[in-house]
C-alpha cells in the first residue's frame, strides 16, 4: 500500500479569514462551492513536496506576502493604533502623585543607585521625603541588601537617566513605555494566533484599557517588565514554530526530492535535524531578560521549554516521521535546551555585571572571608553570588508576614483583593475638590467585565484544547499556568493581586479566543457573523464604558469621596 498520510479536514480558526488558494495543490481540494478543504489522503508522490508538508504542518493560510498591500498595511496599523490608545492612557499625567507610591519606595531608589555606582546602596530614615522634593543624592556609602535581580530596576533606571531622578515622570517612564509596548506585542501575537485583524485589534484595545495592567504601567515596580519580556518570549516561540516547520517541510521534501518523491524509511526514522534555531535563541535571552527581573521568571521557562518541544514532537508526527517521539527528543528536544536554558542562564549572569563590577556592593566579597575546601576551585565571585542567592531565596521561603493587603491567588481571578498603591483625602478647596470630602486613589483592580470573563474563558479553552486539540488553546493556558499555578506551592508565602499581572496578556489571548468563537467562522451564514459581531462589539463597547468609570482610582483623580466608594463593587476592595 505504501505511505499513506492523513490530513486533518477541520476548517479554519475561530474568527480567521477565509485565506485565497494555497500553493499547496498536492494536499488541497476544491469543492463544488469552490471552498478549499483538505483532503484526508493523499498520494505518497503528493505527500511528501514541500507545498504539501507546508499545507499539512502550517495549514492552508496564506502568507501575509500574498494579501493585498492595503491589507498587509492594517496588520501594521491595527496594532500601533492599539498601543497608541495604551500609550495616551500610560504617559498622560504620568507623574500624578508627585511622589513615590508603594513599592516604588525600594525599586526607584534602587535604581537610583544603579544610576550613581551599579549596585544597591543604603538611604538614610526620610529618604523617600528627600527624593519626592526632588533631592535624590542623599545615598549612603553602605551596600543594601536586596531580593531582587537588576533586569527590571536597571529598565527603571534608563528612565531616570533619560528624564532625570528627581521627578516621577523619569521615575515611571520606562513602565510606561514598557506597559505601552506590551500591548502592542499582545497584538501581534493575537494576529500570528488568530489570523484575524478583529481580534488582534481587540486583544491590543482590552489590555489597553485594563486598570490592572494599565496601574502596573503608571508605576515603577518590577512586575510589568516582567510581563514583557515573558510575552517576547512567547512571541519569538511563536516565530520559531512557524519556522521550525517550514525547515521540516522543506528539509524532508528535499530528501523525497532526491528518491523519486518518497523519503526513504530510514530517513523518516528520526526525521532531519533542522540547524540553529535563532527565534529560539531569542527567546532564550528574552526568557534570561525575564528571570534577572525576577525569579518567577524561571517557571515559564520550564513551562515554554516544554511547550516548544511539544509543538516539534507533534509537527515530526504530522509530517510522518515514524520515530517522532525519540527524533523529537533527540533532534528537537536537546537543541531545544542548548537554546533556551544555556542562553537564559548566560543572560541572567550577565545582568549582575555591575555587581560583579562592584568593589563595595552586598556579599561582594563573602567568599574571601569563608574559604571552602569543597568550593574552592570556583572563583571567588562566583562563589559570593552564589551565596547571595541562596540567602535571597531563603528569605522569599520564609516570606510570611501579615500585610493588609495580601492576596491568596484563589482570589485573583475574582479581583478579591486588589492593592492599594495609594490613597489620600485631598481637603475641600484642594485643586479639583469642590466638596466637604474628596479622594486621590490608585486601586491596582482590573476592569471586572474583562477580568471575570476572561476567568470564564479559560474555562472553554480547557474543552477546546482537550476536545479539538486546538494549539492554541493549549499555548494560551500554558502561558496562563506558568504565571499562576506555582504560587499555590507556597501557601504560607505573602503575596499580592498585583503578581497577576506577569500572566495577564494570557489571560487577554484566552478572553479574544473566545470573543473569535462568537464571531464565528468565515463560512457561517453571514446572519450569523453578523450577530456574533454585533456581540462583540457591544461587549468591546461595554468594556471601554466600564474601563471610563474607573479611571479615576487608576490614576489617583481627585474626585469626591461619595464616586470613590460607589467604584468600591466589593468589601474586600477597601
Keep these: 500500500m505504501g505511505l499513506v498520510t492523513q490530513t486533518s479536514t477541520r476548517p479554519a480558526g475561530a474568527g480567521e479569514p477565509t485565506p485565497p488558494p494555497s500553493p499547496a495543490a498536492a494536499a488541497v481540494t476544491v469543492t463544488e462551492r469552490g471552498e478549499h478543504a483538505l483532503r484526508w489522503v493523499s498520494r505518497p508522490e503528493e505527500a511528501f513536496t514541500v507545498q504539501a508538508l507546508t499545507a499539512r504542518l502550517l495549514g492552508a493560510h496564506a502568507s501575509w506576502r500574498d494579501h493585498p498591500a492595503s491589507l498587509r498595511l492594517w496588520f501594521i496599523l491595527v496594532p500601533v493604533l492599539t498601543a497608541l490608545i495604551g500609550g495616551v492612557l500610560r504617559f498622560v499625567r504620568l507623574e500624578v502623585p508627585h511622589k513615590l507610591v508603594f513599592d516604588e519606595t525600594y525599586y526607584v531608589k534602587d535604581a537610583y543607585s544603579y544610576l550613581i555606582s551599579g549596585y544597591e546602596r543604603s538611604w538614610p530614615d526620610k529618604a523617600n521625603d528627600s527624593f519626592n522634593t526632588g533631592n535624590p543624592d542623599v545615598l549612603l556609602n553602605t551596600p543594601e541588601y536586596v531580593v531582587h535581580p537588576p533586569v527590571g530596576k536597571w529598565m527603571i533606571a534608563a528612565g531616570m537617566w533619560l528624564f532625570g531622578p528627581e521627578n516621577p515622570f523619569g521615575w515611571r517612564f520606562a513602565a510606561a513605555l514598557t506597559g505601552t509596548l506590551t500591548v502592542l506585542l499582545v497584538s501581534l501575537i493575537a494576529l500570528k494566533l488568530f489570523r484575524s485583524l478583529p481580534l488582534a485589534g481587540a486583544a491590543g484595545l482590552l489590555l489597553a484599557v485594563d486598570g490592572h495592567h494599565l496601574v502596573m504601567s503608571r508605576t515603577s515596580l518590577l512586575d510589568v517588565f516582567l510581563a514583557f519580556w515573558i510575552l517576547a518570549a512567547f512571541g519569538a516561540l511563536l516565530m520559531d514554530r512557524d519556522d521550525g516547520r517550514r525547515r521540516l517541510a522543506a528539509r524532508l521534501a528535499r530528501i523525497a526530492a532526491a528518491h523519486g518523491g518518497q523519503p526513504p524509511g530510514g530517513a523518516l526514522l528520526a526525521g532531519p535535524w533542522l540547524g540553529v534555531r535563532w527565534w529560539r535563541i531569542a527567546a532564550g535571552i528574552c526568557l534570561g531578560l525575564a528571570v534577572g527581573t525576577k525569579w518567577s ?13 511539544l509543538w516539534d514532537l507533534n509537527a515530526r508526527r504530522v509530517a510522518g516521521i515514524r520515530g517522532w517521539i525519540s527524533g523529537g527528543v533527540i533532534r528537537d528536544g536537546i537543541p531545544a535546551f542548548g537554546a533556551l536554558v544555556p542562553v537564559a542562564g548566560i543572560v541572567y549572569s550577565a545582568t549582575w555585571t555591575g555587581w560583579f563590577l ?7 566579597h563573602w567568599a574571601e572571608s569563608n574559604p571552602s575546601t569543597e568550593w574552592g576551585w570556583l572563583p571567588d565571585s562566583v562563589r559570593s553570588l552564589i551565596h547571595y542567592h541562596l540567602e535571597a531565596y531563603k528569605f ?3 516570606l510570611s508576614s501579615e500585610h493588609p493587603y495580601q492576596a491568596s491567588p484563589w482570589s ?7 492593592t492599594s498603591f495609594f490613597y489620600e483625602s485631598p481637603p475641600q478647596g484642594t485643586p479639583g475638590c469642590t466638596v466637604e470630602k474628596c479622594t486621590s486613589a490608585i486601586l491596582s483592580v482590573g476592569n471586572p467585565l474583562i477580568w471575570w470573563a476572561a476567568a470564564i474563558s479559560l474555562v472553554v479553552l480547557l474543552f477546546w484544547w482537550a476536545g479539538r486539540r486546538d494549539w492554541r488553546a493549549g499555548a494560551v493556558l500554558a502561558g496562563v499556568a506558568a504565571g499562576y499555578l506555582p504560587w499555590f506551592m507556597y501557601p504560607e508565602r505573602t503575596m499580592f493581586y498585583f503578581y497577576a499581572v506577569s500572566f495577564e ?17 468565515a463560512t457561517d451564514p453571514p446572519w450569523r457573523r453578523r450577530s456574533g459581531l454585533y456581540l462583540v462589539a457591544l461587549y468591546l463597547a461595554a468594556a471601554i464604558l466600564l474601563s471610563a468609570f474607573f479611571y479615576p482610582i487608576w490614576t489617583a483623580e481627585v474626585i469626591p469621596y461619595v464616586d470613590w466608594k460607589v467604584r468600591m463593587w466589593m468589601p474586600s476592595w477597601i
Design 297 to 309: 521568571g524561571l517557571f515559564f521557562l520550564a513551562g515554554f521549554g516544554i511547550l516548544t518541544v
Design 358 to 364: 562592584s568593589d563595595n556592593a552586598y556579599f561582594r
Design 396 to 398: 522569599h521561603q520564609g
Design 412 to 418: 485573583w481571578l475574582v479581583m478579591g483583593r486588589p
Design 505 to 521: 496578556p494570557f489571560l487577554i489571548l484566552a478572553l479574544v479566543y473566545c470573543l473569535g468563537l462568537v464571531l464565528g467562522r
